[in-house]
Every structure is written in structure tokens, then in C-alpha cells.
């Protein structure tokens, strides 16, 4: 993939792409013994989904990493050097990508995570087993940081339930929380990426980022199952500041 020259990245230095490179011959779930027919679809779309196979190809913990990593292809928040938190970060893929981005390794970048449940090992991250809803979790994320964050991450999730309208509150439930935290940690200019569900409630969020943020985009990425209701909100330039730790 072509550089671009955005976003301070180092030529040579980008991933191989946000995108499988092939894909193969279309696999068949050869027994249905022991399975329902929800979990035989699922299995089929897992065994012929081109996303699963590349995040296996590429070590990434899951497919959700594409996902990030077409956002930041199109909107160029993950720079060398800046400061991430990723809200949920288990299994890891989001925390991954990051740390590919911002190369830790090789600049003042940190990449942080958080999660109650606890992730394995990263390099170049730190994964905290913490609920980030904990009082103390916004003093505890800087003081790894270092100071205030460049980007806050949400890809969370609550499990579905089958209904489509308390599935869409649980999720709009965890993106405003992310969003309120994201206001305690982000330093002005700071970029705040969460997933979201269609459903009607989505505009209130949308209205408060607007007020928080210069700019708001709600996104799909190619990454994102087509019969799927989640969007993502890439939420730039935000308007606080004059906090400790800035």
C-alpha cells in the first residue's frame, strides 16, 4: 500500500493492508451432528469469511482488527508516536493494530488497554484486567500513559440477546459510557472511535459528540458484516482542555 505522507507515518513502516490478500475455496460444514441451525450458519460464515482467514494468516487476535484498521486508513488517527487507549480490548486485535500504527517500540508512543476480562500479553501494549466503569480507572490509564490520551477505542460489546432493540440500548449504553470516559483522558485535538447499533437512539450520542468534538463521521467499515447493524462514530478534534496531566 502507497503511502500517503498523512499522518507522520514512516515510509516502509505501514502494515501490508487493511484488506484480505486471496480468498479460497468455499468450505462446507461437513456434519450438522450435536449443532443447531443457527450454530451451522454461524460456523459456515466463520469457515468462508475471507476476514477470519487473513486475521489467522496475520496473527491478529480477531476480525474486528480490519475493521480498526479501515478506519485509520481512511481517517489517519493512529499516528507514529500518539498516545491509545483501547476501552474492552479483549481478545486483543484492536490493541494490536495500535501498537502496529503508533510503533511504541521506536517512538514516545504508548498503547494502553482495558479490559475486565484479562487479555493475554501484547508486545509493546500494556492490557490492564480493570473495569474501566471503576472510579479510579480514568487516574490509572494516564498515569501509564503518561498524560492525557491522543485516541480513545471502543469496539465493545454486550452479548446479544436476540432482541434487536435491547441489543441496540446495551450497545448505545457502553458507547456513551466510553464517550463520558473518553471526555476524562482525551487531550484537546484528540481523536474518540466507538461502535455503535442502528436503532433510533444513536442521534443522541451523535449530538453530544458534536458539541464535544470539531468533527463527527458515523462509518461502516468494508469490515463489517453486510446484514450487520453496527456503524462506527469517528469522533476528531476534541474541544476540552485545561486539565492535569495535559
Same mark, same amino acid.
Given at each position: 500500500?502507497?503511502? %500517503?505522507?498523512?499522518?507522520?507515518? +514512516?515510509?516502509?513502516?505501514? +502494515? !501490508? ?11 462446507? =460444514? ?10 451451522? %450458519? ?40 500518539? %498516545?491509545?487507549? *483501547?476501552?474492552?480490548?479483549? $481478545?486483543?486485535?484492536? !490493541? ?7 510503533? +511504541? ?8 488497554? &482495558?479490559?475486565?476480562?484479562?487479555? @493475554? ?9 480493570? *473495569? ?7 487516574? &490509572?490509564? /494516564?498515569? #501509564? ?15 446479544? !440477546?436476540?432482541? +434487536? ?5 446495551? &450497545? ?6 466510553? #464517550?463520558?470516559?473518553?471526555? @476524562? =483522558?482525551?487531550?484537546?485535538?484528540? !481523536? ?9 437512539? @444513536? ?13 463527527? /463521521? ?6 463489517? /458484516? ?16 485545561? %486539565? $492535569?496531566?495535559?
Amino acid at each position: 500500500m502507497k503511502n %500517503r505522507g498523512k499522518g507522520n507515518r +514512516p515510509a516502509g513502516n505501514r +502494515p !501490508t493492508g487493511s484488506r484480505p490478500t486471496g480468498r479460497g475455496a468455499t468450505v462446507r =460444514v461437513k456434519t450438522a451432528r450435536g449443532r443447531t441451525v443457527s450454530s451451522q %450458519r454461524w460456523l459456515q460464515r466463520q469457515l468462508n469469511d475471507p476476514y477470519v482467514a487473513e486475521a489467522k494468516k496475520r496473527g491478529y487476535r480477531s476480525r474486528a482488527a480490519f475493521k480498526l484498521l479501515q478506519l485509520d486508513d481512511q481517517f489517519r488517527f493512529l499516528k507514529h508516536g500518539a %498516545r491509545v487507549i *483501547d476501552l474492552g480490548a479483549a $481478545p486483543g486485535g484492536w !490493541t494490536q493494530v495500535a501498537v502496529e500504527r503508533v510503533h +511504541p517500540e521506536r517512538s514516545q508512543g504508548v498503547v494502553v488497554g &482495558i479490559d475486565i476480562t484479562p487479555v @493475554e500479553p501484547i508486545a509493546g501494549a500494556t492490557v490492564l484486567a480493570k *473495569d474501566f466503569y471503576d472510579e479510579d480507572a480514568p487516574n &490509572i490509564l /494516564r498515569e #501509564h500513559l503518561g498524560g492525557l490520551a491522543d485516541v480513545v477505542l471502543s469496539d465493545m460489546a454486550a452479548s446479544a !440477546t436476540g432482541d +434487536p432493540q435491547i441489543d441496540h440500548l446495551r &450497545i448505545m449504553g457502553l458507547a456513551e459510557a466510553a #464517550h463520558v470516559f473518553a471526555s @476524562e =483522558v482525551l487531550k484537546p485535538g484528540g !481523536t474518540f472511535v466507538a461502535k455503535v447499533l442502528r436503532g433510533g437512539t @444513536e442521534r443522541q450520542l451523535l449530538d453530544r459528540l458534536k458539541r464535544d468534538f470539531v468533527k463527527v /463521521r458515523h462509518v461502516k467499515p468494508e469490515a463489517s /458484516r453486510a446484514d450487520s447493524a453496527e456503524m462506527y462514530v469517528v469522533a476528531t478534534g476534541f474541544r476540552g482542555g485545561g %486539565r $492535569p496531566g495535559q
